[in-house]
């Protein structure tokens, strides 16, 4: 009985040293792939931030509107910011490269799940950082246009384009990122139809004395309008 | 001769058919019957009268018009005129026209002119505007003589206006361009100007048709083009300006045309203007400028509530164009009443400058920049419209040499905001 138990704890205590024995050269491994892929990392973030501040994507975040958000947040410059992301991604690349060379069962899916991921990650940022460009852009554009006609709350304009395109954006970015499809699909739909028909009630009460002041003045009082600004600009 | 390739086989025809010419007019048109037939005969009357032994043509380059007008230019024949003057060319007077795009741009259109111009080696050109109202026969004389006598490169028009007529000019592009460039032109931005077949082909081999502003003032940047080029210049009287086709509301479209244009140039000419302080008179035959001075209603109140809306609304606009002190002091200006509001020159100088720095750094779209200036150009119009309310032909001139002054007094603050940031 006690041979019996002698044998068993040091065929445990062999198993135990041989599966380490095992284990200990994958372990250093990970730990380089780690380490060499901190170093490639930190080149590719020194590189793409160089690259970043020549092309001057801080001034296109800035048009985007994307820097604003940034700053409120108290978070470092777009490319920081950027440079920081693509630093994390990689290392984690390498480091979960290194986890699925221990060889432990269920995490090499979960890793291989991830580097199928990366693409969609980087397609819809890109998605997401272009609409916020295009949304800054014709929002100024409204709002620009709405203060030069002398249009009644340009703002509120100019916001509405805003928020229709960055819903449009952000339903993109999720069906891109495949997160919650179904449900984006649904709240996008609500929520688009929602301001659809805000809006058609909102001209259709609201508006109905705009409508009325418009068309008198475009009707009846043209003649007076057109003997008070008949001054050329050139 | 290499920018014959853009114009048409039929029209390359027609020019071979012409040869060679002393005298050439450009017509660029686009849907101006109405006026078109008008203005054609009195250039017609004009040659008749002043150049009756020399070869002449009238190039009419047409943006698609739908009314008729580039059958309206070829069907009127001088020999129409010759009756009621009791006088004879002693050449053949030719019409063509071309149709360049289906759409209008001055730009393609000055374009085609130059080249017909360059093709028929031109001694004298002359580009007028279809709309003139006011066009006289003594009007082709008076832009074609210095060149031609007097080896002027370009004689740009002087006028008689309503001293409320023009303000985009006298308040911005005519300080602004004396300052910089250091040539008192009256009337840089005009559709009516002579000029040589040197300077012609000079300007139609610059890298103004494809430089991404899309010929906008195509106009302003050819007399920029003439003074860089170090062209003799001069400026000729016409008479009253015709303002028939142009109304306040269309102030956005006019500061691209002129505003946008000489923000454009500012960039290459950089070199050029950089080093020019003060101004110097440029040759004029006949008044410098004329006012007229009878009542006339404004909208001065629309002018003020646009400038105080713009000024709040387009707050986020204006911290990306102008310094924070500039952006304070108008919003300050922006609160007050109506009777104790005055947007002094100083400050719309420095405004200008600050966008004029802003569209060579492109903080925000080019064309952003142009549109949200115009709400502070109704401000200084309104300030403009009070200070001269009651003022005479020479306070009005007095007013406007005043500003030009301010204008070539802060320009080192213009060079200041340009090189920050670089």
């Not at chain 1, 291989?112 to 100024?140: E, T, Y």
């Not at chain 2, 026209?97 to 017909?116: C, D, E, F, G």
Request: glycine content about 6%.
């Amino acid at each position: 009985m006690r041979e019996m138990i002698i044998s068993e704890l040091s065929q445990a205590l062999h198993d135990i040293a041989r599966g380490f024995a095992h284990f200990l050269p994958r372990f250093i491994v990970m730990l380089i792939l780690a380490a060499v892929g901190w170093v490639i990392a930190y080149l590719i973030k020194v590189v793409l931030r160089s690259i970043l501040r020549l092309v001057k994507f801080d001034k296109l975040s800035e048009n985007a509107g994307a820097s604003q958000l940034l700053t409120k947040a108290a978070l470092p410059s777009a490319t920081e910011m950027l440079s920081r992301f693509v630093f994390w991604v990689s290392w984690l690349g390498f480091i979960l490269l290194g986890v699925s060379v221990l060889g432990i069962l269920g995490l090499q899916e979960q890793v291989a799940r991830f580097f199928v991921f990366l693409p969609r990650l980087f397609v819809a940022m890109f998605i997401m950082f272009f609409g916020l460009l295009a949304a800054s852009f014709f929002s100024r554009a409204a709002l620009l246009a709405a203060v030069n006609a002398n249009v009644p709350s340009p703002r509120v304009l100019s916001l509405a384009v805003r928020s229709v395109i960055i819903v449009f954006v952000l339903s993109i970015v999720f069906e891109e990122l495949g997160l919650a499809e179904e449900t984006m699909l649904v709240a996008f739909g609500i929520g688009f139809g929602a301001l659809m028909l805000g809006l058609a009630i909102a001209f259709g009460t609201g508006g109905r004395d705009l409508a009325q002041r418009f068309l008198e003045k475009k009707i009846v009082r043209r003649k007076d309008e057109e003997n008070e600004d008949e001054l050329s600009p050139l | 001769m290499a920018e014959e390739s853009f114009l048409t086989d039929d029209f390359l025809r027609q020019l071979m058919n012409v040869g060679e010419v002393d005298i050439l007019v450009g017509l660029p048109t686009h849907n101006n019957a109405k006026t078109v037939g008008s203005v054609v005969q009195t250039i017609q009357s004009g040659i008749l009268h002043g150049f009756p032994r020399d070869r002449a043509v009238i190039i009419n380059a047409d943006g698609g018009s739908r009314d008729g007008t580039p059958e309206l230019v070829t069907g009127i024949s001088i020999d129409d005129m010759r009756p009621s003057f009791n006088l004879n060319s002693l050449r053949t007077l030719h019409s063509i026209s071309t149709k360049y795009a289906s759409s209008p741009s001055s730009s393609v259109a000055m374009r085609t002119i130059l080249a017909a111009a360059e093709l028929l080696r031109a001694k004298a050109c002359v580009m007028m505007s279809p709309e003139s109202a006011n066009i006289t026969p003594e009007w082709l004389s008076k832009l074609l003589r210095p060149i031609y006598n007097d080896g002027f490169d370009l004689v740009t028009p002087t006028y008689r206006r309503h001293k409320f007529e023009g303000q985009l000019i006298t308040n911005l592009v005519y300080p602004m361009t004396r300052a910089l460039y250091g040539l008192r032109i009256r009337e840089a931005y005009s559709p009516e100007f002579g000029f040589s077949s040197r300077l012609g082909s000079q300007f139609l081999a610059q890298n103004v048709w494809n430089d991404g502003t899309e010929g906008a003032g195509v106009e302003l940047r050819f007399t920029l083009a003439a003074i860089t080029g170090k062209c003799r210049i001069c400026q000729s009287f016409l008479g009253e300006k015709d303002s028939v086709e142009r109304r306040g509301a269309d102030l956005v479209p006019a500061m691209r045309q002129t505003v946008g244009a000489l923000f454009s140039a500012m960039e290459p000419d950089f070199p050029a203007w950089s080093g020019i302080a003060g101004s110097q008179p440029a040759p004029t035959t006949g008044a410098d400028q004329e006012v007229l001075l009878e009542p006339l209603r404004v909208n001065r109140k629309r002018l003020r509530s646009m400038f105080s809306t713009g000024v709040v609304e387009l707050e986020s606009v204006f911290q990306s164009i102008l310094s924070p002190s500039t952006l304070a002091e108008l919003q300050r200006i922006a609160l007050l009443r109506e009777d104790d509001f005055h947007y002094p020159a100083e400050l719309w100088v420095k405004t200008v400058y600050e966008f004029a720095a802003s569209y060579q750094k492109s903080v925000i779209s080019r064309d952003h920049i142009i549109q949200a200036l115009a709400p502070l150009f109704r401000g200084r119009a309104y300030t403009f419209l009070m200070e001269n309310r009651n003022a005479s032909a020479r306070d009005v001139e007095n007013n406007i040499e005043g500003l030009c002054l301010e204008f070539e007094r802060l320009k080192p603050y213009l060079l200041q905001m340009w090189e920050k940031g670089k």
